[in-house]
């Protein structure tokens, strides 16, 4: 696959490559797995000789024995043997007093489980070489957990020692389309809604279905419940080290909600958790979902919804982990004809998650959500709200366009402009048609 998108990111990290032959760079990179962080980087750093390590589940002396291999190959010099981290990297920190170049970390986050002492002794050696330092030092991980409070917690030594950070996103939808007239000039929106929904726009997802030339809403869920599939296992493998052995209340959690049960009582009935501490850790810690407040509710509202922020995970809580009994004995059939039994339903939610985000996406709104008042009364599927120029948006979401009444919709949305009497608001309906 080709590498998209990305400029603003690309144009970031080489401006940090540059400065470091001045002044010593720290960049923490996070993001979900597959995202693309490694590609990224790979993409980005040209000028500078790049030496990049991933931080495997091994032992320490394995560990130093690899990375000196590569230094020798990247900068040429005989660095000795190691059976410490942390006097590999001293050694490291003194080449870059005299020769600028760029040390990635890929996974950092698992130097915890080889030698948790090591962030204490970077910590150290940074601070007191850094000012002499060429080095462009660049920490990726992708467990979100542990990356937050490896930097973020102020009892941990590397707690504000970042000179950067970069949170990488999945690609927006002008880059999906993008992909899609690449590959498939005269695709349908529903063959775009079904991309979106099963990539969210993560970059490994996109490659997967570019291999497998799968840009058709069939080919896109026959390939996903095709033999073999890389998406099968995805879920499990991506929240599994997150998660520890607590995994199976998150992940019944996760699947009430993908399965439509977005109140905490109604999680709390389905799955017969109670669910209060862990969805708070499924927000805060692990950043999986979101808690949505209906639109100019107050912050102590306990009128609450709960939604995963990930569309793939989404789908795969919905569909593959509901179903994953039919799966494990090989009847991917059957989980197909489920998929598309419910797809109208399923995909009816995600076109509504589409246009919410084309709306963020214009970076002309500061407040982009829904509402709805309670009892699931009075819903509205978008919001989009301009502060500054007093502009409301109100929509209303339908896979058919002929479904879409604007006159309910300002029935449905009198209590917001009661309160909103200086905004200037304006009714769209948004389909299919208007992706």
């Not at 999945?170 to 079904?194: S, V």
């Not at 995994?247 to 399965?259: D, E, H, K, T, V």
Request: with cysteine.
């Amino acid at each position: 696959m080709r590498f998209y998108n990305r400029e603003k990111e690309t144009q970031t990290l080489q401006n940090i490559e540059n400065m470091s032959a001045e002044y010593a760079q720290m960049t923490v990179i996070t993001g979900r797995r597959r995202i693309g962080k490694t590609t990224l980087i790979r993409h980005a750093f040209k000028r500078l000789p790049l030496i990049y390590f991933f931080v495997g589940r091994k032992s320490e002396a394995m560990l130093c024995r690899e990375l000196t291999e590569i230094v020798k190959n990247v900068l040429g010099d005989e660095l000795g043997t190691f059976t410490s981290m942390s006097a590999l990297f001293s050694s490291l920190m003194n080449i870059s007093k005299q020769k600028n170049f760029t040390l990635v970390f890929d996974e950092f986050q698992n130097f915890s489980t080889v030698n948790a002492s090591f962030f204490s002794d970077m910590q150290h050696l940074w601070d007191n070489h850094k000012d002499e330092s060429q080095m462009n030092l660049v920490l990726c991980g992708s467990l979100y957990s542990m990356m937050t409070k490896i930097f973020d917690d102020r009892k941990e030594p590397l707690y504000g020692r970042a000179t950067h950070r970069i949170r990488l996103q999945p690609f927006t939808l002008d880059t999906l389309k993008e992909i899609m007239r690449e590959h498939h000039p005269e695709y349908m929106p529903d063959d775009l809604l079904t991309f979106y929904m099963v990539t969210g726009g993560v970059a490994k997802y996109v490659e997967q279905l570019i291999m497998h030339h799968a840009f058709t809403k069939e080919t896109i869920i026959q390939t996903v419940f095709s033999y073999g599939s890389y998406f099968l296992e995805e879920g499990r493998d991506m929240l599994s080290d997150e998660f520890g052995k607590e995994y199976g209340n998150y992940f019944s959690i996760l699947a009430a909600i993908a399965s439509g049960e977005t109140s905490r009582g109604e999680i709390t009935n389905y799955t017969g958790i109670e669910c209060g501490g862990h969805l708070d850790k499924l927000e805060k810690s692990y950043d999986l979902i979101t808690r949505l407040r209906p639109y100019l509710q107050p912050e102590g509202s306990r009128n609450l919804k709960y939604e995963l922020k990930d569309n793939f995970l989404t789908f795969w809580f919905r569909f593959i982990y509901k179903y994953r009994s039919a799966i494990e004995i090989g009847n991917l059939e059957y989980v197909q004809e489920k998929v598309l039994a419910d797809y109208e339903t399923f995909s009816g939610k995600i076109l509504e998650r589409y246009f919410r985000q084309k709306y963020r996406e214009t970076g002309f709104y500061n407040i982009v959500t829904n509402y709805w008042e309670k009892n699931n009364l009075n819903e509205i599927d978008l919001i989009a709200v301009n502060e500054v120029d007093h502009i409301l948006i109100i929509g209303e979401c339908k896979r058919n366009a002929k479904r879409i009444n604007l006159h309910t919709l300002q029935e449905k949305s009198q209590t917001i402009l009661q309160k909103q009497k200086r905004f200037k608001a304006e009714y769209v309906g948004m389909s299919l048609d208007d992706m």
